[in-house]
Each structure stands twice: as structure tokens, then as C-alpha cells.
């Protein structure tokens, strides 16, 4: 989806803040379909948010003001089984943060006078002031044993915001399995259908340049094991290799030993959408908004699951048991893993969120 023209000089149109979280990229990408909407739609989004997440938004909206939110500082450890224990004893400090995030956006609601909010997995982000909206498609957050805690924890977050949008479909035809799906419930939620970046068109390819991508993208330390990984196992590897780091820096190419691969920091959305139309496979993260935006290309993945994040181990397998794709552990993915690709379809259902899909009307009014 290209990015959607703003004239900054319009006066008169309700301003609606849209802040996603900084944990990857995913959360930043997935929001992009939705400021078009709402440039499209006669709205003036206000951005705000913290680190690589808020700087890509800058760059895909350069034209939009934008505001610094308190950062979560969310980071992996390295080995994956200590994740959930870490994450329990950073639990007071996020409880605080989430507290100073909320003053500062009664601020940015006051200075701007905004008429509306759209949250993705900020807890902070919301107003009385003003209609808020949730996006998310975990409505259940698998967290092993503690799994039915975390759900309603987060559904208890959820139910402070006026309509909750969840990126899939209801019922059986749908992409993130039972993480967004729930029976009966008082929550607001609004199924919108995936939300991607990508335009759900074709692109004339005339040939595939590349055998593999590798898109990669994450908290650390986790995002920089993966990356070295697969370079140790590439370092040999014969035909084209395109390798997005999936770090936002002024330097977009860096130098690679290997003359078959190429190596970029980032990509933004425009290029990022035609080189995976010219790549074989494509290696990358099990994340939902990776997952949105190869399903709208019909890739053909390989999904390595962040250690320790359940909810990305869940997706790869339920992606393999509906043979769409494979996937393995970080630790016992090698090359000679990508031959198990052949047995899998890829994906094959080319559906994307329309405009007419995101239900503005709650800011309507």
C-alpha cells in the first residue's frame, strides 16, 4: 500500500494519534495501512512512540509530526527459557512506564486537541478525552502454563479502550489460530482482517533475483543471534542471497564477504514488497505482521520462531500443521532445513485489510 498524501496546510480535519509499540518492527508496519486510511479518509494522524518503531513511521510519513514516548526497553535474554522470568522481574518498572506514557499522552491530547486514539499494544495509550481504539491479534497471549493469566490480563487492558481491532479473520479462515479468537466476551472487538503494509495486487517479476531473502527483525539479543547464525551458514552458499538486517540506520548497504548476498539494514515498504516478489524464499521471524504481509506477497517461507516467545512458536506450528510452511529452532535450523519447503503450498490467500474495512466511525463523531 502506498503511502497516502497529506496536505499539511488543511485546516479543520480531527487529529487521531496512532502509537505502536517498540518491540520489532511488526507493530510499526502493520500501522502503516491504517495512517493512509486515515489520510484517505480526511483524518490528520499525530505519530508517537520510541525507538527503531517510531524512527520507520518517520520515514515512511516524513510530513507528519510526530511525539517521543517513554520507552519500554523491552529486551530478550539470550537464552530463551529465562524470557518469561526477566520479563516477570521488569514488571514493576513497565507498570511505571506505562504510567508516565499515560501522562504524556494527556498531553499530546491537550496540546493537539486530538479526536481520537489508536493504540497498538501500548497499554499506556488512551484517553478519556478522546475514543480509543486497540489493535492487536493476540486477544489471547499464550505464555505456557500461565497462559489463561496473561489472557485475561491483557483482556483487562483491552476492555479499557473503546473498540479493540483485531489484524484476522473470525472463525475458521483465519491466519493467527486461536491467539485471536474467543468465545464469548464483553469486550468490543471489530475482526478487520489482516493488516498489511503491502498492496494486494500483483508485481510483474520478470525474474526471481534472489534464491533466498533473509528479513529480519526483533528485540535483541535475539535479533543479532539469528543474524549470526545465518551468515555462518550462508558463508558458503552459492546463488543470490538478499540479507535485511532489519536494523533502521542512516546507512542502508553494508559490505558482505560473500559476493552472493547482499546485506541491507532496511528496506522501506515500496522496495521491500518488490524484492520479495523477486526472492525464492524467504527466511525470517514467525511474527504476526512478518506473517500478514508474506500472505498478502504468496510467499514461500521458512519461519525460525524467536526462543522463548511463545506466541511465535505457535504461529510456526500452526502454519506447518495447515502445510504452509516449515519452521525450525533457532539453535537447529541449518541450511540443508530449507530442502522441506518443497511439501509446503506457501501461502495462497491473497486477502489484505480495504480502507472501507477499518471502521473509522468510531472517530466520527
Known sequence: MKSAKIDTEKTG??????????????????????????????FHPVLAGDGESLILLKKEFPRLKNYQLPSYNIQYSRKGKYLKYKLLMNLPRIQKIIKKERMEVEKIVEKEQISGIISDNRFGVYSNKAPSVYITHQVNVLSGLTSFFTSKFHQKIISKYQECWVPDFKGDNNLAGKLSQIGHTRINLKYIGPLSRFEDKNILV???????MVLLSGPEPQRTLLEEKLLTEL????????????????????????????IVNYLLQNDLQKTIAESEIIISRSGYSTVMDLSVMQAKAFFIPTPGQEEQKYLATYLEKKGIAPYSSQDEFSINDLEKITVYKGFKTKKTVREHSIPLTVFKY
Do not use: M
Not at 496512532?18 to 479518509?41: E, K, M, Q
Open 235 to 262: 558463508k558458503d552458499f552459492t546463488k543470490k542471497v538478499l540479507f535485511i538486517r532489519g536494523v533502521i540506520s542512516d546507512k542502508e548497504r553494508i559490505f558482505s564477504d560473500n559476493k552472493n548476498i547482499v
Open 13 to 42: 480535519s480531527k487529529k487521531i494519534l496512532v502509537a505502536p509499540l517498540n518491540w520489532g518492527l511488526g507493530h510499526a508496519t502493520r500501522c502503516i495501512p491504517v495512517i493512509n486510511t486515515l489520510i484517505n479518509n480526511g
Open 206 to 212: 520478470k525474474e526471481r533475483k534472489y534464491q533466498i
